[in-house]
């Protein structure tokens, strides 16, 4: 099993950035793709970005492009979310994700594991 454990989520307001941190363990081997979903209120679970477990590149998805950034520390096991300029929309639990394939994009059932979810709250 991989264990997945997200960090960061909070309360803040709109305009501010928060960083996600997601530290993949247990039989996480190194080179599993790893990706944040996000699930608004009423809303069906969305791909939000996602990283390749064999070099740095990562895909984040284009109607958040400008603002969310992602990025992996590969040492670590850990995969980051930069978000900045957060609005009230961007209210949601952000989950983590990672996948036996080394480099996937945004299909959920592409992905294996998943944590249990961090919230972010952003109010007006």
């Known amino acids: 099993q991989v264990q997945l454990i997200e960090s960061g989520g909070g309360l803040v307001q709109t305009g501010d950035s928060l960083r996600l941190s997601c530290t993949a363990s247990?039989?996480?081997?190194?080179?599993?793709?790893m990706a944040w979903f996000r699930q608004r209120p009423g809303t069906e679970r969305e791909f939000v970005a996602t990283s390749s477990g064999a070099s740095n590149y990562t895909f984040v998805a284009v109607s958040m492009r400008n603002r969310f950034t992602a990025s992996r520390d590969h040492a670590r096991n850990t995969l980051y979310l930069k978000m900045t300029n957060l609005s009230p929309e961007d209210t949601a639990v952000y989950y983590c994700?990672?996948?036996?394939?080394?480099?996937?994009?945004?299909?959920?059932?592409?992905?294996?594991?998943w944590g249990q979810g961090t919230q972010v709250t952003v109010s007006s």
């Open positions: 994700a990672s996948s036996t394939r080394t480099t996937v994009l945004g299909a959920a059932n592409l992905y294996t594991y």
């Open positions: 247990g039989r996480f081997v190194g080179n599993e793709a």
